[in-house]
């Protein structure tokens, strides 16, 4: 996979999963030493190869594809369940979030879900490096692999009834993000064990997007 900007690069390298880069010539990070095989391009042949918002700066990597989910495999911390979030934007934000407030694991759907391409490693800012994403054919199964374990699992809904101002999250707690513009599908919002809101001050705007609202609920849970 062909990735790009600086963040993104450096931090695969930093993981170890960089396997090439890609330098523009006379861009900032030129100078820069890596340990790794780097070829200076021209602008031309660099703007060919990467699209504008590279900053002069790509890389290579292997293929990031989701994993089997197994719950043996989930790491202590919070756990993030993404249902059916189809936008890159909004993906790679989502996961952005979820490494800045200490979550290791998150699980998607195998379908209906955005495939993990450089525009998503670019908006998570490489946090995609540091997560592990796992896959699973019926999210339900899921939730109830997590149950067993010890899980509380919340749904973020605009229509929640536990408040997320004050709230007070158990130690072992999975969120659910649901899609844009749809929310949480009602079959799984019935496995989870509540519903949380995030408190939007009447009269104006009523609705956030799915990665702000991810944020904010990461933080209140995670932070």
Same mark, same amino acid.
């Given at each position: 996979?062909?990735?790009?900007?600086?963040?993104?690069?450096?931090?695969?390298?930093?993981?170890?999963?960089?396997?090439?880069?890609?330098?523009?010539?006379?861009?900032?990070?030129?100078?820069?030493?890596?340990?790794?095989?780097?070829?200076v391009l021209s602008k031309g042949d660099?703007?060919?190869?990467?699209?504008?918002?590279?900053?002069?700066?790509?890389g290579e990597t292997a293929d990031i594809?989701?994993?089997?989910?197994?719950?043996?495999?989930?790491?202590?911390?919070?756990?993030?369940?993404?249902?059916?979030?189809?936008?890159?934007?909004?993906?790679?934000?989502?996961?952005?979030?979820?490494?800045?407030?200490?979550?290791?694991?998150?699980?998607?759907?195998?379908?209906?879900?955005?495939?993990?391409?450089?525009?998503?490693?670019? /908006?998570?800012?490489?946090?995609?490096?540091?997560?592990?994403?796992?896959? @699973?054919?019926? !999210?339900?199964? $899921?939730? +109830? #692999?997590?149950?067993?374990?010890?899980?509380?699992?919340?749904?973020?809904?605009?229509?929640?009834?536990?408040?997320?101002?004050?709230?007070?999250?158990?130690?072992?707690?999975?969120?659910?993000?649901?899609?844009?513009?749809?929310?949480?599908?009602?079959?799984?919002?019935?496995? /989870?064990?509540?519903?949380?809101?995030?408190?939007?001050?009447?009269?104006? @705007?009523?609705? !956030?997007?799915? $990665?702000? +609202? #991810?944020?904010?609920?990461?933080?209140?849970?995670?932070?």
């Open positions: 996979m062909l990735i790009y900007g600086r963040n993104p690069v450096f931090e695969a390298v930093k993981t170890g999963k960089a396997e090439r880069i890609f330098i523009r010539k006379g861009a900032v990070v030129y100078d820069k030493t890596f340990n790794l095989p780097v070829s660099f703007d060919a190869k990467f699209p504008k918002e590279a900053q002069g700066l790509g594809a989701p994993i089997d989910f197994d719950i043996n495999k989930i790491k202590s911390g919070g756990v993030v369940i993404l249902d059916r979030i189809q936008d890159p934007q909004n993906y790679g934000a989502i996961l952005r979030s979820a490494v800045c407030f200490g979550v290791q694991s998150v699980i998607t759907p195998r379908y209906n879900r955005a495939p993990i391409t450089p525009a998503v490693v670019k /908006a998570s800012a490489g946090a995609v490096f540091y997560l592990d994403i796992f896959e @699973i054919t019926n !999210l339900r199964q $899921a939730c +109830a #692999a997590l149950k067993i374990a010890g899980y509380t699992i919340l749904a973020a809904s605009s229509d929640g009834s536990i408040s997320l101002r004050g709230y007070l999250p158990p130690p072992k707690i999975a969120a659910i993000i649901g899609s844009e513009g749809r929310g949480v599908r009602q079959s799984l919002s019935e496995e /989870a064990d509540g519903a949380l809101k995030i408190d939007i001050q009447e009269g104006k @705007i009523d609705s !956030l997007n799915a $990665a702000q +609202a #991810a944020a904010i609920v990461f933080f209140a849970l995670f932070g």
